[in-house]
């Protein structure tokens, strides 16, 4: 099949054939639907959950159930189209063992109760372990699946009534270095552009990103402007080959951690070759150097603070010389004629050029430092903030922006701007009518931290939230036994009984998606409402209102005073007040339920599209460009060395794991494997090797193999040149598996600016083991 054949059977003109070309038969719930009389389906509007980039669905309602999925052709995201997960997702309200009752563990064993017991308990285990240990021996760890109520009820309950700042979210673990990127350059979080770049760029370089599982999607809109326009140029930069790489022009290889490297001798191609976009330069940027050799956050307790000092050109020329092509080929095993390709792409004045990336830059322990170098391209080219000129970070959840970013539901933040700036508590203490000095004026636990400090026992109570940490947290052996040890309590909110219920002292069963009503944030600023459409199953309820339950139990019924049934407009109402203003101001509740999502800044009744550049944004000053999240309205670029992983193979470990998702599944599996048709998709894990190793070692498909690190091990079934083709010297496993924990075998050292932890590069080795085949 020549290239053209590929991409006319990868993608169409329309969304829906697109759909089609790519995922035979996902289309069939919408068939189904199409098939049924139509006074017999209800359709009504909801943002996909399954992922950050909010999709619009259309629910087919038929009585009390949801029937059938469709994409929504009204919403500007997908336009019709969805991913193999969008059109199965209602199937997974409807798993067998769906919780519908709380259970609280009495003698050992987990027991059914009422909720109205189990909310009771909460809040006395609550109170007696602040009465006992002090405020900061609870916590409070939530997720990017929270609606954005959620999150804003729980920080208001953990920050503003108890007094903690014990407050995390899972998105720590899958997109904090992307807010500390953009806080370090631009002074404010999330990307200055939006998904309709997609419709302007001439060029899309991915930097490991794999895209077309990951994001599929916007992946397919690529592909559809590859099928319009002959110039369109698919750059896939990456260590591991994958369906991605089926459809760039150039897949370019590098060795794991060596990004920094290549980032940085593109900036030394786009200097030498005189392609620095000079007056950009001039009026809108500033050059910065930070601190070097900073760790890798492996000591409990570790402290790192970044101090930006200037530079002038001359010096960031310099500092660039080590990086000459030549030099980073050593590294990264690029070429050096790769590297200038990717660097002429770049600095070509006459091409606008898009880049996304995700997890392969975040989860690292210089995640800060790559976000910062990407950005640096953009600025020294000037290819930013206009229609498809865009450094652009992607998310993996529904909400990782509009709950965890823009609330604020991190140890460090506030709803607006950060506990340690007295003007972002006093705002905080009057729209919530507290004493200032309840809301602590410094950060406690982040993730990590949060949960090295559940095994020493400095935090003896933990609420869990829409979120799976039993599967999820890296050198997962230690935190597991830590949340065990006696004195501890937990709480789990949850829709299915996972490896985190397992260790619950209380679990309560949750309503999910649909069943409530809830606002989401996507990656592009676009915040999405959708109603409740169904009862929640048996006494599940909410996650928002189990935290005014509680939160009323323990003596805050003032500041927690709505009504059930109106509660998520009065909790939206007051949310944004902390957003009023051109900068960040959000669409009213009325307007979001009448349209598909609306895109932040919300102004005068417009979205802003492209942020920091006065002919889209209003709150930019001048005619041209204004970063107004700096103080002088200039972007800064740092110079950010490379420098090695934490844990690099040797004679004992010699090959790198890199873990990861694939398309049929999301996260922990916890809701996709209970989709019978995306679990016989892909049953269970396995191990990718580069079959030039496999050969080495005698490894076939289905072989079983073990995979041991200095933390764990773990058997699995090896694939070769199935899905995806590591580089050599290097496997891959997903984390979707809950009976294979590869999180058992990662290491617990993350970015020390973000505490991101890295889940790309650690050592293990690998053995065949006499045992017999599996199918994959």
Known sequence: MNRREFLKKAAAASAISTAAAIFPGVLFAENQAQNLPDGNIDWKKAPCRFCGVGCGLLIGLSGDHAVAVKGDPASPVNKGLCCVKGYHSVM??????????????KNGKLVETSVDEALDLIAQKMQETIDEHGKDAVSMYGSGQWTIPDGYVASK???????????????????????????????MDEPMGCYEDIDHADVFVLWGNNMAEMHPVLF???????L??????????????????????????FSPNSDLAIANAICYEIVRNGWVNETFLEKHCVLKKGKTNIGYGLEDGFQFK?????????????????YTPEKVEKISAVSAKN????????????????????????QHTRGTWMNNLIYNIHLLTGKISTPGNSPFSLTGQPSACGTVREVGTLTHKLPYGVVMSEKARQKAADIWNVPVERIPAKPTYH????????????????????????????KLNRYRD???????????????????????????????????????????RRTQHFEQMLEPPGEAMSDTWQIIEVARRMGFQEMFPWAESEHIEEIWKEYIRFHEGAKHGMAPYQELKARPGIIWPFVEGKETLWRYNAEYDPAAKGDGFDFYGKPEGKAWIWARPWEPAPEVPDDEYPFWLNTGRVVEHWHTGSMTRRIPVLHRAVPRAYVELNPGDAKRMGIRNGDMVRLTSRRGRIDLPASIDERGRPTPGQVFVPFFDESLLINELTIDAFCPISKQPDYKKCAVKVEKINQRKVAL
Not at 306 to 319: L, R
């Open 92 to 105: 997974a309200l409807y798993g067998a063992d769906r919780l519908k009752k709380a259970l609280v563990r």
């Open 228 to 253: 319009r326009r002959d110039d369109i140029k698919i750059i896939d930069l990456a260590t591991r080959t994958t369906r991605t790489s089926a459809a760039a022009d150039r897949s370019i290889l």
């Open 447 to 474: 993730t990590v931290e949060m949960f090295r400090g559940l095994d020493r026992g400095d935090i003896r109570f933990m609420w869990i939230q829409v979120t799976n940490p039993m599967v999820t947290i890296p």
């Open 339 to 362: 590297i200038r390709y990717l660097a002429s792409l770049y600095g070509d004045p006459n091409r606008k050029v898009t880049s996304f990336w995700c997890m392969g830059m975040n």
């Open 157 to 187: 309950f953990m920050k503003g009534a108890i007094g903690t700042n014990n407050l995390e979210a899972n998105a720590r673990l899958c997109m904090a270095s992307a807010v500390t990127g953009f806080i370090s350059s631009f002074g």
């Open 220 to 226: 397919s809109r690529i592909l559809d402007q590859r």
């Open 306 to 322: 970044d101090e930006a000092s200037s530079m002038s050109f001359d010096e960031f020329k310099t500092f660039l010389d080590d």
């Open 482 to 524: 830590g949340a065990l040890k006696e004195g501890r309590f937990i709480v789990v909110s949850d829709v299915y009984p996972t490896p985190t219920t397992d260790i619950a002292d209380v679990i309560l069963p949750s309503a999910m998606w649909i069943e409530r009503e809830g606002l989401y944030g996507n990656s592009e």
